[in-house]
């Protein structure tokens, strides 16, 4: 178990530390209202009653709830299958898990998600999120991300035949041909 310690403990921070500035935008930012940061990122509470951007909201509470805990199940499988070789793998299913942790808490408590990242030009705006949707969304990059070096990871096949290999087609030698007769019982 000392070896999941760290990935435990990186999903326990990332739960801590969204639920966290989640209280903070709760307590001390209006609701509804942009509050400019730079000139392409400001910060807007808002609630999200869905999955992400808002899907399955007619599902209701109990239903993603379900959802969520069977996503988190799914996702505890993977890594605990996962080689420990793969810290970067390991590494995205713990900032996963501590996402979805953290929406669940929410979703759990207020019957929503608090939202309140906002990426934004004069002319276009993309989905408000939070800091759990980008603990999902990294872990997820990284789990790919490591999909793809595990590929150069993995030892190539090789097409040549060892040394001391004989063709398919050549006769047994005589040493071989009576250890090959069959025993008399």
Known sequence: M?????????????????????????????????????PFLALFRTYNTGIAFSMFSSLGDTGLVVIAVLVVAFVLYLATHTPSGHVIARTGFALIIGGALGNLIDRAVYGHVIDYILFHTPVWSFA????????????????????????????????????NAKPSNAKPSSAEASDAKPSKD
């Not at 989640?22 to 400019?36: A, I, M, N, R, S």
């Not at 872990?139 to 790919?144: D, F």
């Open 2 to 38: 000392r070896s999941w310690s760290p990935y435990a403990l990186l999903a326990i921070v990332a739960i801590a530390l969204d639920q966290w500035i989640k209280h903070l935008v709760e307590t001390g930012l209006p609701f509804q209202e942009k509050l400019d940061l730079l």
């Open 128 to 163: 408000v999120f939070n800091l759990a949707d980008a603990f999902i969304s990294v872990g997820a990059a990284l789990v790919v991300f490591d999909e793809l070096i595990g590929w150069r990871r993995e030892p190539k096949p090789s097409n040549a035949k060892p040394s």
